[in-house]
């Protein structure tokens, strides 16, 4: 295939990303912008297999490489619970980072083949190119197998911090750049591959001490990463289709993560060096809450209260998530729905451990689009709500974030549940969120716990409201 046509291959697809970002935000064209996504990718795939340099590649590592690696993917999808889908997430930008330090290294090994110099003659631009993607790839590729970790429960979620972290991580950042600077001059081997280690290093201090309660920042910061990853090695092998699609991820991973950050009412900076969410604190909400009477029932009180009721609003979170309540929820609402109730969905931006996490768990359960809202379009029903049923959301909930200003949540929007009649909340225990906040609505009169596994309980409720 001539260079032209390759490069109007690269345009339709590029088009095409565009067309599944806009349908990717919003649930109703979610499917549609996945498509289109799929399209896309596999026109610059067979463009780029059949570009003129190809047949003098030969096809058979590539071939190979593209069977192993779609076999995994068909097996990981099919097998993949929604519920884990922030690792997942996380796993994949690991591996987009992976990829950039390995194809940074082949251009640097065999730049003729690139068409950037030759073997110790890299071109200038490139040596820049190539060292940016190099570090960026690194750090998203350490940085990724730290969240997944956390995600995964294989190390503790809480932020995990040492004495001068802080200017541990600006020292080994201002010695990235240093030989950065010094590769650009020389095209060494040795420090190009110095580069690569300290940013694994950095990317492994700077996602440690970040706690559970900004993972849903942490991953689409990640997603960001990868993009511009994948953008600088693109500028670096002169591959159009690269740098469009990293620039279309970075740019949105970037806008995500300051819509994330709004949503918490914190900066950027203060997400990577606050250390957000501590087990300490959580030990002394419980330890506080021993002291205050809450008020529990059982699920066939909250299938009473609900029966009775003709507006409910459901606020889900993580804990519906690690139960797979969602098949649950989605029968309790029926079954409330046939007898005249109301029903509609809160989602919180950072509910969960990544950005639309909620929303892909409803979906899987076919709640219908049009009863899910965000915060902004449901916050003032609240008070026309009879119950709101919270189940496994904490942080998000807790009304000091509006009234203490002592509280490590303070200025956070939240869903202003308590303003409802009655609020029925599902929690196994009194223990604090990831915030490491105890939560103020646990005491409120109008609330009530439901203490329990999220599936359980919500499986109580349908069995009493069926009888």
Not at 75 to 92: E, K
Not at 177 to 199: K, M, R
Not at 270 to 280: A, R
Not at 431 to 447: C, H, K
Request: aromatic residues 8%.
């Amino acid at each position: 295939m001539p260079a032209s046509l390759t490069a109007l291959a690269y345009l339709i697809a590029a088009v095409l990303f565009i067309l599944a970002l806009r349908g990717l935000s919003h649930p109703e064209t979610s499917r549609r912008g996945n498509m289109m996504g799929m399209t896309g990718m596999a026109i610059a795939i067979v463009a780029t297999l059949a570009h003129a340099n190809m047949f003098a590649i030969g096809y058979g590592l590539i071939v190979l490489g593209i069977l192993i690696g779609g076999a995994v993917g068909c097996f990981i999808a099919l097998r993949i619970q929604m519920t884990a889908l922030p690792q997942l997430v996380a796993a994949f930008h690991s591996l987009v980072g992976l990829a950039a330090v390995f194809v940074a290294a082949a251009a640097l090994n065999a730049p003729e083949a690139f068409g950037i110099g030759t073997a110790g003659h890299v071109h200038l631009q490139s040596l820049i190119e190539m060292s940016i993607g190099l570090a960026i790839g690194a750090i998203t590729f350490s940085g990724s197998v730290i969240a997944f970790a956390k995600l995964q429960a294989l190390m503790k979620g809480a932020p995990i911090t040492f004495p001068l972290q802080h200017p541990l991580n600006a020292a080994l950042g201002a010695l990235l750049v240093l030989l950065i600077i010094i590769f650009v001059a020389t095209g060494s081997q040795v420090v190009f591959w110095l580069i690569a280690a300290l940013a694994i290093v950095l990317g492994f201090l700077l996602i440690i001490p970040i706690g559970g309660a900004d993972m849903p920042v942490v991953v689409s910061m990640l997603n960001s990463y990868s993009g511009w990853a994948a953008s600088g090695i693109g500028f670096t092998i002169q591959n159009l289709a690269l740098i469009i699609t990293g620039a279309l991820v970075g740019a949105s991973g970037a806008i995500l993560s300051y819509i994330m950050c709004k949503g918490m009412n914190r900066s950027i900076f203060n997400v990577l060096l606050g250390g957000f969410g501590t087990e300490s604190g959580g030990a002394a909400a419980a330890a506080g809450a021993q002291d205050r009477t809450v008020k529990s029932g059982a699920p066939e009180d909250a299938a009473f209260i609900l029966r009775n009721a003709a507006k409910v609003i459901v606020v889900p979170g993580y804990g519906m998530a690690v139960a797979q309540a969602q098949h649950a929820l989605r029968e309790m609402a029926d079954v409330l729905k046939k007898e005249g109730v109301e029903i509609k969905y809160a989602i919180h931006p950072v509910a969960g451990r990544m950005p639309g996490h909620m929303n892909v768990l409803l979906a899987e359960a076919n709640v219908p689009y049009d009863e899910v809202f965000e915060l902004e379009e449901i916050n003032h029903e609240f008070s026309t709500a009879d119950v709101v049923y919270v189940i496994g959301a904490n942080d998000v909930t807790n009304p000091a974030a509006k009234t203490d200003r002592t509280s490590a949540i303070y200025g956070m929007p939240i869903l202003e549940v308590d303003k409802a009649r009655t609020v029925l909340f599902v929690k196994r225990s009194m223990a604090s969120g990831y915030a490491g906040v105890e939560n103020e609505l646990f005491f409120r009169p109008n609330t009530m716990m439901l203490f329990g596994d999220a599936k359980k309980v919500t499986e109580g409720i349908v069995k009493a409201l069926a009888h």
